[in-house]
Nanobody, 125 residues
Framework: QVQLVESGGGLVQAGGSLRLSCAAS????????MAWFRHVGGEEREFVGAIHWSGASTYVIDSVKGRFTISRDSAKNTMYMQMNDLYPEDTATYLCAGDSRSSYIEQGPTTYDYWGQGTQVTVST
């Protein structure tokens, strides 16, 4: 059984930084496309970015480009997202997800087989 556990969220002032972690068990992260999503309240989950199972490519959405970086450590079976220059509009619950079937990074949440419980990120003004 695959489990994903996020950590690293918290309260930070605008312009600050956080590093989120997603620790996986039950399956190597190198066998999955690993992604970060975020949502606020009852809104739909928004794709933030992902790292391909090969580790050769990453993708982030335009609104976080240049500020958020996704990486992974296969030895620790963990994915990370370094978030710099945070904006108040980045406030959300951040979830990691794993896709074990696709060959390419997909943005639709229904593509992903495995989900963590989420970690809250709050950016104050």
């Amino acid at each position: 059984q695959v489990q994903l556990v996020e950590s690293g969220g918290g309260l930070v002032q605008a312009g600050g930084s956080l590093r989120l972690s997603c620790a996986a068990s039950g399956r190597p992260v190198r066998e999955m496309i690993m992604a970060w999503f975020r949502h606020v309240g009852g809104e739909e989950r928004e794709f933030v970015g992902a790292i391909h199972w090969s580790g050769a490519s990453t993708y982030v959405i335009d609104s976080v480009k240049g500020r958020f970086t996704i990486s992974r450590d296969s030895a620790k079976n963990t994915m990370y997202m370094q978030m710099n220059d945070l904006y108040p509009e980045d406030t959300a619950t951040y979830l990691c997800a794993g896709d074990s079937r696709s060959s390419y990074i997909e943005q639709g949440p229904t593509t992903y087989d495995y989900w963590g419980q989420g970690t809250q990120v709050t950016v104050s003004t």
